[in-house]
């Protein structure tokens, strides 16, 4: 039972252009969001969250989109750099649950083409 | 610096063996997980734990047992590999914050293959 779905495995972009990365839940109970990026050979780093308390956040190239009556959260990456060509994870919380649990998506590869 | 560090990179076991795979963080974390990561599947979660002594499972804990001794430390054991144990395992550390859940801090990771 995937609960956290990233439907698309790959995504290739132009360098410049926007990335738009999706996720989709279907725990009604999830009301934390993160998207964590991942190059081979290293572990997952953090990227950027958003509260279900917000529809937007921004954090300079990257923008959280969620809109909660879909389930439904996006990654936009404006403008795409070759350097972010990397695996990208979205991941969902229930705040109160137990020990501040992560569910993860399958991961979309995202290359930027020069 | 936050720093997650995990035992080995690379590790080849055989069939049947018990396997140790140890995890330290240094940034006073309460929280500390095990993921496994394959091809299609994400991240999965093993086991976690929220404290000193303290473990829950995860979603796929079949296969592996936890031990944590000391705060910094978090290990994952096979008992007895199998060869469907061959992943990406993945340490991670975070703080224990009810109101709202901090990000995760990662480790490299470790590749096991089992033959």
């Known amino acids: 039972d995937q609960q956290v779905k990233q439907n698309s495995p790959s995504l290739s972009v132009q360098e410049g252009r926007i990335s738009i990365l999706n996720c989709d839940y279907t725990?009604?109970?999830?009301?934390?969001f993160l998207w964590y990026k991942k190059y081979p050979a290293e572990g997952p780093t953090f990227l950027i969250s958003i509260s279900s308390i917000k529809d937007k956040n921004e954090d300079g190239r990257f923008t959280v989109f969620l809109n909660k009556s879909a389930k439904h959260l996006s990654l936009h990456i404006v403008p795409s750099q070759p350097g972010d060509s990397a695996v990208y994870f979205c991941?969902?919380?229930?705040?109160?649950?137990?020990?501040?649990?992560?569910?993860f998506g399958t991961g979309t590869r995202l290359a930027v083409r020069p | 610096d936050v720093k997650v560090t995990q035992s080995s990179r690379y590790l080849v076991k055989r069939t049947g063996e018990k396997v140790f795979l140890e995890c330290v963080q240094d940034?006073?974390?309460?929280?500390m997980f095990w993921y496994r990561q394959d091809p299609g599947l994400g991240l999965r979660l093993i086991y976690f734990?929220?404290?000193?002594?303290?473990?829950e499972k995860g979603d796929i804990p079949e296969g592996y047992s936890v031990s944590r001794e000391k705060k910094e430390r978090f290990s994952l054991i096979l008992e007895s590999a199998s060869t469907n144990q061959t992943s990406m395992y993945l340490c991670?550390?975070?703080?224990?914050?009810?109101?709202?859940?901090?990000?995760?801090?990662f480790g490299p990771g470790t590749r096991l293959t089992v033959t």
């Open positions: 940034m006073d974390h309460e929280n």
């Open positions: 725990n009604s109970m999830f009301d934390y």
């Open positions: 734990s929220y404290d000193v002594k303290m473990k």
């Open positions: 991941a969902a919380s229930a705040l109160g649950g137990s020990g501040d649990k992560l569910t």
């Open positions: 991670a550390s975070s703080l224990r914050q009810l109101a709202s859940p901090y990000e995760q801090y």
